[in-house]
């Protein structure tokens, strides 16, 4: 079983920055790939970001050179830096945490990118 709490979501006008936490606790944390998703009203969840035991990263295109996902192992913990914002990256930002037999997700953090 794995527990995730998301952290450092909030209110920030276009073209600013916000940084995402993503704590993990009850495994093994560097066992899992760790992804940031995300899912504005009316729309389907998608992904953002993820990334490797091992520190290997995916990017959607939309986020690429805007975005980074880091991990630290020794904190079980997963981020997401987030710069450029944009209008359109308004959404909730949920965690996840996957592994070839188990998928857990956290409750989520809301992104509000707005004048």
């Known amino acids: 079983q794995v527990q995730l709490v998301e952290s450092g979501g909030g209110l920030v006008q276009p073209g600013g920055s916000l940084s995402l936490s993503c704590a993990a606790s009850?495994?093994?944390?560097?066992?899992?790939?760790m992804g940031w998703y995300r899912q504005a009203p009316g729309e389907q969840r998608e992904l953002v970001a993820t990334?490797?035991?091992?520190?290997?990263?995916n990017y959607a295109d939309f986020v690429k050179g805007r975005f980074t996902i880091s991990r630290d192992n020794a904190k079980s913990t997963v981020y997401l830096q987030m710069n450029s914002l944009k209008l359109e990256d308004t959404a909730v930002y949920y965690c996840?945490?996957?592994?070839?037999?188990?998928?857990?997700w956290g409750q989520g953090t809301q992104v509000t990118v707005s004048s």
């Open positions: 996840r945490a996957q592994s070839s037999i188990r998928n857990y």
């Open positions: 990334i490797t035991g091992g520190g290997s990263t």
């Open positions: 009850g495994s093994i944390f560097s066992a899992y790939t």
